[in-house]
């Protein structure tokens, strides 16, 4: 297990945005995680200039490699906003096409830079809201399949289903290629109970992202919204979870390492206060 940070949560936000590809300081964050110690990195793809984001580029990708071997700061997930700003399985026509398209540019871009998640949410505008919507979803990702489980990458999804639903929806797609991503922080605003969950499909999360929020709402500072942070630990040790945790937390004003560190150092309270 290993803790690590969602791309661009160390320099200042992009045009207001809690979360966007840092263009101007992506380079920067690899140093300055290196020096927090922080070892792991998520990626953030947008669907504006798609193409010119260094992971869609050869130069920018072996640019990453460079930086990521220099400081020690691996990527081994990203986040694909771009499928939910866009998603492909609420199109038709040629823009649906033209949006597989781009799916299946991620995909190849991920597979050459060794990633082992690649995270589609579904929620907000990604988030599915009809049969048609989950079947053209299924008709998209499974052709993939190959692909997938030769380069040993996995699509996970980032759902706003209850529990129940999730289980059934997630036990469509085999679970060598397809996989869950727990976010605890919308969890804990859409007002789930995270026992129900992780006990439902436990079994299928391979990501966790670390946030809070209040019920209803917003992202808060970890441990002052309605996340039941203990619960969700004791949980995710129930069902034998060993893969890492993504800080996605709230934004500091001016802070960003220091923020970032506190938040490291709680969420290891938390799994090591559950550890046997």
């Not at 072996?62 to 400081?71: A, F, G, K, M, N």
């Not at 020690?72 to 492909?88: E, H, K, N, W, Y």
């Not at 970890?222 to 619960?231: H, I, Q, V």
Request: include cysteine; charge should be negative.
């Amino acid at each position: 297990m290993e803790i690590g940070f969602m791309q661009g949560r160390l320099c200042d936000r992009v045009d207001g945005k809690i979360q966007a590809f840092p263009w101007l300081n992506w380079e920067k964050e690899f140093p300055l995680a290196q020096r927090l110690g922080i070892p792991l990195m998520e990626w953030t793809l947008d669907q504006e200039r798609l193409y010119e984001n260094p992971l869609m580029t050869a130069p920018g990708r072996q640019r990453i490699r460079e930086l990521s071997s220099r400081y020690g700061v691996r990527i081994l997930s990203l986040t694909g906003d771009c499928f939910m700003q866009a998603p492909f399985f609420k199109a038709s026509g040629a823009v649906r096409e033209g949006l597989l398209r781009d799916l299946h540019a991620v995909v190849d871009a991920c597979v050459d830079l060794g990633l082992r998640y690649l995270l589609i949410p579904l929620v907000d505008n990604g988030s599915l809201t009809s049969a048609d919507e989950e079947s053209a979803l299924l008709e998209g990702l499974l052709p993939l399949h190959g692909v997938l489980t030769a380069a040993k990458l996995k699509i996970v999804f980032e759902s706003d289903f209850e529990p129940e639903r999730l289980a059934h929806f997630i036990a469509r797609f085999p679970e060598d290629a397809f996989g869950l991503n727990y976010d605890i922080g919308n969890s804990a605003a859409l007002g789930y109970s995270a026992s129900a969950e992780i006990a439902s499909y436990g079994q299928r999360i391979d990501n966790v992202h670390v946030k809070d929020r209040v019920l209803g709402g917003t992202t808060v500072p970890l441990g002052t919204g309605n996340a039941n942070f203990p619960e969700v630990f004791r949980a995710l040790h129930a069902v034998g979870y060993a893969g890492d945790f993504i800080l996605q937390t709230a934004r500091a004003d001016a802070d960003h390492a220091g923020a970032l560190d506190r938040y490291r150092a709680m969420t290891l309270a938390w799994w090591r206060d559950n550890e046997s």
